[in-house]
């Protein structure tokens, strides 16, 4: 829910006060879809607004696969860093604090 969310707040055109979340999404944004990835907040707002409803649908999938993609290396790097223990712990109960 927090992608749709997101696309809702650049569909707006709010141009200020996105979360730390939602910058997150929207870097996941620009990485899952070239065609946003030197665009302003505005200019992928114009890019969604001009989606249609199946397509919506496969970039919000896309998005949620590059931000869990994301979290997999984040895991990896964290259990190469940190002993089996400690990184098990680290991966199940932290959470990426996202709600997808």
């Known amino acids: ?3 749709v969310d997101t696309f809702t707040k650049l569909i707006f055109g709010e141009e200020d006060d ?5 910058l997150q999404i929207i870097q ?20 969604l607004r001009a989606l249609g409803v199946r397509e919506m649908i496969q970039t919000v999938s896309v998005v949620q696969a590059q931000l ?7 895991d990896d ?3 190469h860093i940190l002993p089996d223990s400690a990184s098990h712990q680290v991966g199940s109960q932290a959470g990426s604090g996202l709600d997808l």
């Not at 996105?18 to 939602?22: D, G, W």
């Not at 996941?28 to 890019?47: E, I, K, P, S």
């Not at 869990?68 to 984040?74: A, H, N, P, T």
């Open 68 to 74: 869990l993609s994301g979290m997999d290396s984040l």
């Open 28 to 47: 996941a944004f620009r990485a899952a879809d070239a065609n946003v990835l030197l665009d302003t907040h505005r200019d992928m707002g114009q890019y």
């Open 1 to 3: 829910m927090a992608i």
């Open 18 to 22: 996105y979360s730390a979340s939602e």
């Open 77 to 79: 790097t964290i259990g």
